[in-house]
Antibody, heavy 123, light 107 residues
Framework: EVQLLESGGHLVQPGGSLRLSCAAS????????ISWVRQAPGKGLEWVSG????????KYADSVKGRFTISRDNSKNVVYVQMNSLRAEDTAVYYC????????????????WGQGTLVTVSS | DIQMTQSPPTLSAFVGDRVTITCRAS??????LAWYQQKPGKAPKLLIY???SLDSGVPSRFSGSGSGTEFTLTISSLQPDDSATYYC?????????FGQGTKVEIK
């Protein structure tokens, strides 16, 4: 059974930093790209960032480019997102999601999701 | 970025009704469209990918159609468990975008 478990979300002040983790199990981890998708309170879904299965290619939404860095450790089956210069508008539940292709590339639908971790940016 | 527009924003229907949600893309996305169901406090769940392919374990009352810029999600016979918000998502590019959601309520 595919499982994705996010952690690391909590209250942080504007301008602060946070690192989220996504621990994966139940599938051949390095075969699949992984993305982060966020959902602000009461709002819709927004793709934030993704990393290919090999970890060599990363992509970012314009809203986070230059502030967030995604990475993965295939020896530990974990994906990270380092979030710097946080703003109030980054407040959201952050989900990690497995891309639906065995190519390991980005640019697909998301066939499995974690339960999410809440990031609150407030003074 | 490709903009995705869903309609209606909300709909209310009776158990057993046929329900249709529409999703329009700002440019052609071929058949690279997925549909998700999200219940309050839960993660989204994949229902349909490639516009019309049902994900494993999804009830057959759900179906998808369309190509290019216009797509539909149909629930053939609405069930109480279908009360949720539904999102479409394009994956014609790396920069995936979602519709704003359609909340389905049971009368």
């Amino acid at each position: 059974e595919v499982q994705l478990l996010e952690s690391g979300g909590h209250l942080v002040q504007p301008g602060g930093s946070l690192r989220l983790s996504c621990a994966a199990s139940g599938f051949s981890f390095s075969t699949y790209a992984i993305s982060w998708v966020r959902q602000a309170p009461g709002k819709g879904l927004e793709w934030v960032s993704g990393v290919t299965g090999s970890g060599q290619t990363t992509k970012y939404a314009d809203s986070v480019k230059g502030r967030f860095t995604i990475s993965r450790d295939n020896s530990k089956n974990v994906v990270y997102v380092q979030m710097n210069s946080l703003r109030a508008e980054d407040t959201a539940v952050y989900y990690c999601a497995k891309e639906g292709s065995t190519t390991g590339m980005l640019g697909y639908y998301f066939d499995s999701w974690g339960q999410g971790t809440l990031v609150t940016v407030s003074s | 970025d490709i903009q995705m527009t869903q309609s209606p924003p909300t709909l209310s229907a009776f158990v057993g009704d046929r329900v249709t949600i529409t999703c329009r893309a700002s440019e052609s996305i071929s058949v690279f469209l997925a549909w998700y169901q999200q219940k309050p406090g839960k993660a989204p769940k994949l229902l349909i990918y490639r516009a019309s392919s049902l994900d494993s374990g999804v009830p057959s009352r759900f179906s998808g159609s369309g190509s290019g810029t216009e797509f539909t999600l149909t629930i053939s016979s609405l069930q109480p468990d279908d009360s949720a918000t539904y999102y479409c998502q394009q994956y014609n590019s790396y920069f995936r975008t979602f519709g704003q959601g359609t909340k389905v309520e049971i009368k």
